[in-house]
T-cell receptor, first 107, second 116 residues
Framework: RKEVEQDPGPFNVPEGATVAFNCTYS??????FFWYRQDCRKEPKLLMS???SGNEDGRFTAQLNRASQYISLLIRDSKLSDSATYLC????????FGAGTRLTVKP | DAGVIQSPRHEVTEMGQEVTLRCKPI?????LFWYRQTMMRGLELLIY????????DSGMPEDRFSAKMPNASFSTLKIQPSEPRDSAVYFC??????????????FGPGTRLTVT
């Protein structure tokens, strides 16, 4: 079993749609959680950290469920520019990436 | 501010040659990570350093791979001898610390390696 698992997608949604990604992790001792975004042929870039109480940044909401060992990312009112691969990251001293979920937002 | 710097950005080499990838982390960051990304395997952690000391190299594929961090501002990843299956994008990332927002990693632009 992989340490961090994500639905690879692809997710194809129209502009304005709400889309949600989930990610599960196997190491219950994990203490840090993030969502990264990666555009084609570019490096991953931090989208947002995920806190136990959940957190929101504009159209993006991240949540953590420690009991079930998963994190989620919700994107509301999706834009064409949201098209990218979204990677969940779990770790403590080291950092383990999921395989990524590909999102395409269409006009 | 200068981000993580990697060189070269692209490398094409023949099988059997030695390849050296270089990374300069963000100034003041004390952790450095080397990743490899392929379509088949995604983003894999190869090795990471804390305060220039290798902490976990369990992701290094085999003895052909080695990494060093002689000081806080420079690290290398060496492949000797290289093989076609080493073709991938190699990313370096650095992190400021191990608490709060300093857990966040910042990636360099990557080195795209092609071994023919």
């Amino acid at each position: 079993r992989k340490e961090v698992e994500q639905d690879p997608g692809p997710f194809n949604v129209p502009e304005g749609a709400t889309v949600a990604f989930n990610c599960t992790y196997s190491n219950s001792a994990s203490q840090s959680f993030f969502w990264y975004r990666q555009d084609c042929r570019k490096e991953p870039k931090l989208l947002m950290s995920v806190y136990s109480s959940g957190n929101e940044d504009g159209r993006f909401t991240a949540q953590l469920n420690r009991a079930s060992q998963y994190i989620s990312l919700l994107i509301r009112d999706s834009k064409l520019s949201d098209s990218a691969t979204y990677l969940c990251v779990v770790g403590h001293n080291d950092m383990r990436f999921g395989a990524g979920t590909r999102l395409t937002v269409k006009p | 501010d200068a981000g993580v710097i990697q060189s070269p950005r692209h490398e094409v080499t023949e099988m059997g040659q030695e390849v050296t990838l270089r990374c300069k982390p963000i100034s003041g960051h004390n952790s450095l990570f080397w990743y490899r990304q392929t379509m088949m395997r995604g983003l894999e952690l190869l090795i990471y350093f804390n305060n220039n000391v290798p902490i976990d190299d369990s992701g290094m594929p085999e003895d052909r791979f080695s990494a060093k961090m002689p000081n806080a501002s420079f690290s290398t990843l060496k492949i000797q001898p290289s093989e076609p299956r080493d073709s991938a994008v190699y990313f370096c990332a650095s992190r400021g610390g191990t608490s709060g927002s300093s857990y966040e990693q910042y990636f360099g632009p990557g080195t795209r390696l092609t071994v023919t």
